[in-house]
Every structure is written in structure tokens, then in C-alpha cells.
């Protein structure tokens, strides 16, 4: 194996670790000190207490060590939501909030600095997509988030900041990372993946058999309404996406999960109710009702209360499975994007 300097260290998996340390006539088991020492929180190779000393040295050169560097930090006095604004090596920052529930933290996470999706509704896409995040950067805010946090992670969300499946491959190795028994030997099961659907993408997990929880953005039932709050709808459609929803099922035996952002006036009317619920029919889905998150950049609006309890009993009339998204952290602007926004501009990039 050829090592650059400044190469990834945290991204690579015991068996790739095993290849280099065997290369450089090291013992194959140092790889697995390692990488432990990497997902226990390691800064530094100089902690690696049982590594040789002229080990650790030859590990500086050649690597470097994955760092989410704390930027700023919001704790709702509501719920006890914590958000925070990380700052990478180059400069980029993503933010990940930590939600408690009865079952445990949940952390949730970016896997891109900035979107490309451009939908209308999320303040991650106003200013485009600056760049993909590696594998390790995305475990970096899992890590970091439990030490700022002090408490454990027991369930992953890839919800915040960008696409996941636009950033496919450094996703599935983050999935590798964090499932490995070696590390934080995460059960897939708790880790859930939202989307805004790109179709290939969804089958390639399938095709992968990864068997996370699948949350789609759907967001309406109509090409025209979606295509409109979500340009990837373009390429293929509702009735597409939903197929494609229903092969990775199929393939994996995981239910799939709709997101609902109930819009006022856009994708909230009786109408609207029925066509989802037809075009679920069947499907063993869930539909998650999202109570929409105000961006001041944004124009579009939450429905009014009467719009969301007619549009629910529409569903519940037609046997949809569906539960509404406890809303935690609004009073410290928990939509991803919305941190990241305020802080760009005192964030200096070297």
C-alpha cells in the first residue's frame, strides 16, 4: 500500500489497516489497537499508550487524525436538545444535534458540507453544495457529539446537512465503520438514512443489502406539487420513487418510512390526503407528519391546525400507518442548515 502524507486514517477499515501495518513489517494486530484507539476518541497518536513510541512517530508522518473542532453550540432550555456547529480541517462546517428520547440519544448528522438538491423547504441548500464529507468526518460528529454531549449514542440519523446517497460511497464505508464490532459495533437497525429519493441509489442499497431504516422525503403525492418543493422529482416521479421504495423492501425486509411536511396551501388539502393514502395502499409503508420548520429565508409555511388534523383523520379514515414527529429543539433552530447559516460568515477558512 502507498501512503501519502496526510492520508485518512480514520476512514480505513482493520483489514486495510492490517495490509499497511503487514507492508511496513509491523504486527497485524497493531491495526486493531488502532483503529480501536480512533473510535474511543484518540487525538493524537502520541495517546496510543500501546503502540511502540517509534510506531506512533511513523504514524504521524504518514497519517493524519480525523477532528470535528467545536464552533458553536446551542442546548434548548424546552427539551435538552443539543445542537452543534463543527468545523472540519478545511474549514467547511456541519452542524449535528443530539435528541434525547425514552429509548436513548439520538444523534443526527451531516454527510455533506452544504446540498445540491435545492428543495424548497430546507435551509442546507440555499448556498449549494460545497463538497462531500469523508467517512470519517461523519463518525467525527458522531464521536464528538457523545463527548460534548456526555452521554452515550445509542441511534444514528443521516438527516442533517445534504444527501446521503449523493455521497454514496463514503456512506456506505461510515456504515462500515460504525457496524464494525472493533468500533462502535452499531446495529444497523439503528441507523436510519433519509433521503430525497434518488431512485438508482435506493436500489444500490438494495442491491447492497443494507439493512438501515429507509426515510424518504416525500413530502406529496403529485409530481407537480413535488417537483415543485423538490427538483430531483423530475427525474423519474412519485410512482417510480415508490417502486423503488418497495424493491428495497422486498430485497431487505425493512420498512420504509415517508417524511410529511405538512405545507399551508402546497401539499395539505383533503385531495392531496387521499391520493397518499391510494398511492401507499399496500406498500407496508410508514408516513412520519413533520410539523414544517420555519427558514426565514424560505416563504413557505406550516399548515394551520385545522388543515393537519383534517389531513391525519383523512389518512387514519384510509388505514395509512402514521405517526406525527415530536417536534424538539425549535426554540434553537434545529432545522439543519439554520446553525451552519448564521455562523459562516465567522468562520475563516485557512
Given amino acids: 500500500m502507498v501512503v501519502e502524507r496526510g492520508n485518512d486514517i480514520c476512514s480505513m477499515l482493520p483489514a486495510e489497516l492490517e495490509e499497511y501495518f503487514a507492508a511496513e513489517g509491523e504486527a497485524e494486530y497493531r491495526a486493531r489497537q488502532v483503529f480501536k484507539w480512533l473510535r474511543s476518541g484518540a487525538a493524537s497518536f502520541g495517546e496510543m499508550t500501546n503502540l511502540p513510541g517509534k510506531l506512533r512517530d511513523k504514524l ?16 434548548s432550555q424546552r427539551d435538552g436538545t443539543a445542537k452543534y456547529l463543527w468545523g472540519m480541517a478545511d474549514g467547511d462546517c456541519v452542524e449535528s444535534v443530539v435528541m434525547k ?50 452521554a452515550d449514542i445509542s441511534h444514528i440519523v443521516m438527516m442533517g446537512i445534504g444527501e446521503p446517497l449523493d455521497n454514496f460511497d463514503n456512506v456506505l464505508r461510515f456504515l462500515s465503520l460504525i457496524t464494525h464490532e472493533l468500533g462502535m459495533n452499531m446495529s444497523p437497525r439503528r441507523v436510519s438514512l433519509s433521503t430525497c429519493g434518488i431512485i438508482e441509489r435506493i436500489d444500490n442499497l438494495a442491491v447492497h443489502d443494507v439493512k438501515l431504516t429507509l426515510s424518504v422525503s416525500l413530502h406529496a403525492p403529485d409530481d407537480e406539487t413535488r417537483s415543485m418543493l423538490m427538483p430531483v422529482n423530475r427525474a ?45 395502499s399496500g406498500t407496508g409503508s410508514h408516513v ?8 426565514p429565508e424560505r416563504p413557505l409555511r406550516a399548515s394551520t391546525p385545522g388543515n393537519a388534523a383534517q389531513f391525519m383523520r383523512i389518512l387514519k ?34
Fill in 288 to 295: 412520519n407528519i413533520i410539523l414544517l420548520n420555519d427558514v
Fill in 236 to 280: 423519474a416521479g412519485v410512482d417510480k420513487l415508490i417502486e423503488a421504495c418497495s424493491r428495497y423492501f422486498e430485497a431487505t425486509g425493512r420498512r420504509v418510512s415517508y417524511e410529511y411536511a405538512l405545507i399551508d396551501a402546497v401539499n395539505d388539502s383533503p385531495r392531496q390526503a387521499h391520493l397518499l393514502a391510494e398511492k401507499l
Fill in 317 to 350: 379514515q384510509k388505514g395509512v400507518n402514521y405517526t406525527v414527529r415530536r417536534r424538539l429543539g425549535a426554540d434553537i433552530e434545529a432545522a439543519c442548515g439554520q446553525l451552519r447559516r448564521k455562523s459562516e460568515k465567522q468562520v475563516i477558512k485557512p
Fill in 101 to 150: 428520547y425514552s429509548y436513548g440519544n439520538t444523534v443526527c448528522i451531516s454527510t455533506q458540507a452544504g446540498c445540491r438538491m435545492g428543495c424548497a423547504f430546507c435551509a442546507s441548500a440555499i448556498e449549494g453544495l460545497s463538497r462531500n464529507l469523508t467517512a470519517s468526518e461523519m463518525e467525527a460528529q458522531v464521536l464528538s457529539s457523545r463527548r460534548a454531549f456526555g
Fill in 60 to 75: 504521524a508522518a504518514q497519517f493524519r487524525i480525523t477532528a470535528a473542532e467545536p464552533v458553536r453550540s446551542q442546548i
